[in-house]
C-alpha cells in the first residue's frame, strides 16, 4: 500500500495548517497514525486513530492537534492550530493494524509515507 501526505508547507507561529494522507488500497481496518522527526531529534509519535474512530493524540500535542479519518476517501488528516516553531519537523503518515493506544510505545508502524515538511517561523 502506499500512502502519499499533502498539505505541508510554511506558516507563522500561531497559524494553522491541515495535513492530508491518502491511502492507494482501502484500509477501513488498519489503524491510521502521523509521526513528525525534525533534524538531530528522534521520530516522535503524534496521533493515532482507529476504523472507529477511536484516537489517541501525544501530550505534546493535545489540544492543538486533531487527527480524524475518512474512510469512504481512504484518507487521514492531521489539523494542526496554534502551531509553534517546536512543530517545525518532516510529518509521516503512517499505517498498522496495531490499535492506537500503543502507538508510542515505539515500535514502528509497517506502512510509512513519504513524508511532508512543515516550517513553523516566529
Known amino acids: 500500500v502506499q500512502l502519499v501526505e499533502s498539505g505541508g508547507g510554511s506558516v507563522q507561529a500561531g497559524g494553522s495548517l491541515k495535513l492530508s494522507c491518502t491511502a492507494s488500497?482501502?484500509?477501513?481496518?488498519?489503524?491510521l497514525g502521523w509521526f513528525r522527526q525534525s533534524p538531530g531529534r528522534e521520530r516522535e509519535f503524534i496521533a493515532a486513530?482507529?476504523?472507529?474512530?477511536?484516537?489517541k493524540h501525544a501530550d505534546s500535542v493535545k489540544g492543538r492537534f486533531t487527527i480524524s479519518r475518512d474512510n469512504d476517501k481512504a484518507t487521514v488528516y492531521l489539523q494542526m492550530d496554534n502551531l509553534n516553531t517546536a512543530d517545525t519537523a518532516v510529518y509521516y503518515c503512517?499505517?498498522?493494524?496495531?490499535?492506537?493506544?500503543?502507538?508510542?510505545?515505539?515500535?514502528?508502524?509497517?506502512?510509512w509515507g513519504q513524508g511532508t515538511l512543515v516550517n513553523v517561523s516566529s
Open positions: 488500497e482501502f484500509l477501513s481496518i488498519f489503524v
Open positions: 503512517a499505517a498498522d493494524l496495531r490499535a492506537a493506544r500503543v502507538w508510542d510505545d515505539g515500535t514502528s508502524p509497517h506502512e
Open positions: 486513530i482507529g476504523a472507529s474512530g477511536i484516537a
